[in-house]
């Protein structure tokens, strides 16, 4: 009688989340997982250094752009990253400067410590490196001049300045609201762009005074001051979410480099993952 071969012991079973994630992703080899690895080496890449999206956390840049922290409420801008220079992902590390913030761009960028409790502000740069910016009667003025407002503003745009909160405070109808403008003033005093000493007034070098378009409603550079360029993560050029409110701020999407990244990154991950997926199957096929 031959020898009696010992059965093969079972192999253990997977928990069920593991064995979902094997039926997205396919077996988990050495393959496979550098595969996994590369495809998000790609995104954070493009993510942190190329094009990224934000929700709008606040009514700050009302009405230009809605704000509400609720999933899908508020609206979401698409992020040039590449424009201003490439930055190491999840740091304020800028690998290359190229492009200057201009003003009235709608930015994306890093508040300074201790200045909101949002880890990324949406505003538009009004104040460049080395000008005199002063908030008064509704206006801003630069070196002496006033500024014609853009087309991209909206109509009766109005910069309020400390004393229009003041008074604000002192007309109010009733002392309920009169006490809110009150708080208002003293939790978010209005200083930069504001007072009439130069520390408050002269925008540093490498430094932006950025602005909310809803200026009553906006905790902004009028109050935390001066934001530093490589705190700058990228400049909206549009609006994807809600559908009926796409738009386009730049004419960046109707460029043939815009056109390039909006359509061909995605295609290169799709790419990828099908030449994945066919490679999986050639190896799976037997040999005729």
């Known amino acids: ?13 997977h928990p069920w989340l593991v064995r979902f994630l094997m039926a997205l992703t396919g077996p988990w080899n050495r393959e496979s997982v550098l595969s996994l690895v590369k495809l998000v080496v790609l995104i954070l890449f ?14 700050s840049m009302e009405p230009t752009l809605h704000g509400d922290e609720r999933f899908l409420r508020g609206d979401r801008v698409l992020v040039n990253k590449w424009l201003y220079g490439p930055r190491i992902p999840f740091t304020t590390i800028r690998l290359w400067d190229w492009a200057e913030p201009k003003r009235w761009d709608i930015v994306v960028f890093k508040p300074v410590k201790g200045a909101s409790n949002h880890p990324i502000l949406i505003k538009r740069v009004v104040g460049l490196p080395g000008e005199r910016v002063r908030i008064a009667g509704g206006g801003i003025e630069v070196n002496g001049e006033r500024l014609e407002f853009p087309a991209s503003l909206p109509p009766g745009q109005y910069y309020c300045n400390d004393l229009d909160i003041l008074q604000r405070a002192l007309t109010a109808p009733t002392p309920q609201e009169r006490r809110y403008w009150e ?4 939790q978010y005093p209005l200083r930069y762009g504001v007072r009439e000493e ?47 409110r796409r738009q386009d701020f ?14 061909g990154i995605p295609a290169l991950l799709l790419a990828a993952e ?15």
């Not at 493009?46 to 009514?59: A, F, L, N, T, V």
């Not at 708080?183 to 003293?186: G, I, L, S």
Request: hydrophobic share 40%.
């Open 46 to 59: 493009i993510k942190g250094c190329i094009i990224d999206q934000y929700s709008i956390p606040s009514g």
């Open 274 to 288: 099908v030449r994945q997926y066919l490679r999986q199957r050639r190896r799976q096929t037997p040999a005729g």
């Open 183 to 186: 708080a208002v003033r003293e």
């Open 198 to 244: 130069d520390q408050y007034l002269v925008v540093p070098k490498d430094h932006y005074l950025m602005l909310g378009d809803n200026s009553l409603e906006s905790v902004d550079s009028r109050v935390f001051g001066w934001v530093p360029r490589h705190h700058v993560y990228g400049r909206a050029f549009g609006m994807w979410w809600p559908w009926p």
């Open 1 to 13: 009688m031959a020898d009696a071969v010992p059965p093969t012991a079972a192999a253990p079973e």
């Open 250 to 263: 730049t004419g960046f999407s109707h460029t043939w480099w815009g056109k390039l990244l909006l359509y």
